[in-house]
């Protein structure tokens, strides 16, 4: 394994990479997500060989910083079992296997312990029902998703090591299974190495390579701890912008950590083309963003130290029970827009805001009567039609409102 290692970073020191920053924690983000992302791991699948490779990387970063194994029977490891199938109603096919959680400590012998975690799993050559290219099996590198979130996890681990941040312990999860459906936190929060009644909170990295020039985090679950609302607007790194949201409900890690009560925060920079395909690669991703990322959640962490344990509070699921739909724009929304409406982070091919004349970039307000200042009136407006129907959707493009009238 340390040959393996070894051998990646002198590959990558032959590479371009390193042009951009002298900065030794940012060379090293480069090489876990560039490792993490490479073909050699054919995409890591949970229970496949690629998942292995992953997981003994990620222990041996843990233990290269200093970490303690915390996984079971004195391992790095936490195994558990998966069975998936996209017809969550099909009791026939699907896939069978054990996957790996990777699990290290930092004991500063405090009270309460910080989970800290990011799931490294991906789609393999395509899962099915996850998958959103529409061509050959081909490798999903998965680079923003979520190497990157691995990255962060694993420069916060070496970070606080060396911080004076120590009235909590932290606990680091590298997650298998969350791309099949949260497998390894839901497993872990059953079946903990640690007592989870002395968690602290916990803080969970999915897709944080993408930050954007308008530098807009979205950060999920701030209605699980009165603290939150306190703390963050203080947080000033790199001229980041936090966009937030009160649930502690979403898909993906933090999810089986706010389902025990324990408050939670997730971490994301938003959707974009390459989600969920074989595009999703190491060299798309902002370093510089991902550094950002890193430092903002690094400088939370340094700034909850002296406040004890976290209160924990219960959220409105407030994904506002958005009206059911029947059709479909064909467009990726923007979720790190913080403006009125629902800008278009892409159009789909041949879909119907593609043939309407719909733009990346655009923003929507109006879908028929229904005025949108949000992704929750969009859905809304779209729940009014159905297939086959016309829609007269009002955008803003630059300075100005556009008509387009789409067919669903």
């Given at each position: 394994?340390k ?103 930092l ?6 312990t ?59 999860i ?11 936190s ?19 990295m ?11 985090l979205?950060i ?92 924990f ?37 041949g ?13 929507v ?44």
């Amino acid at each position: 394994m340390k040959f393996l290692n070894l051998l990646v970073t002198l590959l990558l020191l032959g590479s371009n990479l390193f042009a951009q920053s002298p900065d030794k924690a940012l060379q090293q983000m480069k090489v876990d997500v560039v490792y993490l992302a490479s073909n050699l791991l054919e995409g890591r699948m949970t229970g496949e060989e690629g998942e292995r490779l992953a997981a003994e990387y990620i222990a041996s970063r843990f233990e290269e910083v200093g970490l303690k194994p915390m996984g079971q029977n004195g391992s790095w490891y936490h195994d558990f079992r998966f069975r998936y199938n996209s017809n969550p109603h099909s009791t026939e096919g699907g896939i069978e296997g054990i996957g790996k959680n990777v699990i290290g400590y930092l004991d500063n012998n405090a009270p309460t312990t910080v989970i800290i975690g990011a799931h490294y799993d991906h789609l393999g050559h395509g899962l099915d029902g996850s998958s959103l290219y529409a061509g050959e099996p081909a490798i999903h590198n998965g680079a923003d998703d979520n190497a990157s979130g691995v990255a962060c996890m694993l420069y916060l681990a070496e970070y606080l090591k060396n911080s004076d941040a120590k009235n909590n312990n932290y606990l680091f999860i590298g997650f298998s299974g969350e791309e099949m459906g949260l497998f390894g936190s839901k497993r872990f929060a059953e079946s903990p190495t640690i007592d989870l009644s002395k968690v602290n909170y916990m803080l969970n990295m999915d897709m944080v390579g993408r930050l954007n020039e308008e530098k807009v985090l979205a950060i999920n679950g701030v209605g699980t701890s009165p603290v939150w609302k306190e703390v963050l607007p203080n947080i000033q790194v790199d001229g980041i912008k936090a966009k937030t949201t009160e649930s502690g409900i979403g898909p993906s890690d933090h999810t089986s950590f706010y389902l025990k009560d324990i408050p939670v925060l997730h971490f994301f920079t938003g959707q974009h083309t390459d989600y969920h395909k074989p595009s999703d690669d190491s060299e798309l991703v902002n370093y510089d963003g991902l550094y950002s990322v890193s430092k903002y959640i690094a400088t939370l962490i340094e700034s909850l130290d002296q406040k004890g344990k976290l209160a924990f509070t219960k959220t409105k699921e407030e994904q506002k029970q958005a009206a059911s739909f029947k059709v479909s724009l064909g467009v990726m929304p923007d979720y790190v827009y913080d403006g009125e409406g629902m800008r278009i982070d892409a159009v789909l091919d041949g879909k119907p805001a593609d043939k309407a004349g719909l733009k990346a970039g655009d923003v929507v307000i109006q879908i028929g009567d229904v005025k949108v200042k949000d992704i929750y009136d969009y859905m809304e407006g779209l729940s009014k039609f159905n297939k086959g129907e016309k829609a007269t959707v009002v955008v803003k493009r630059k300075d100005k409102e556009i008509k387009k009238e789409v067919v669903f």
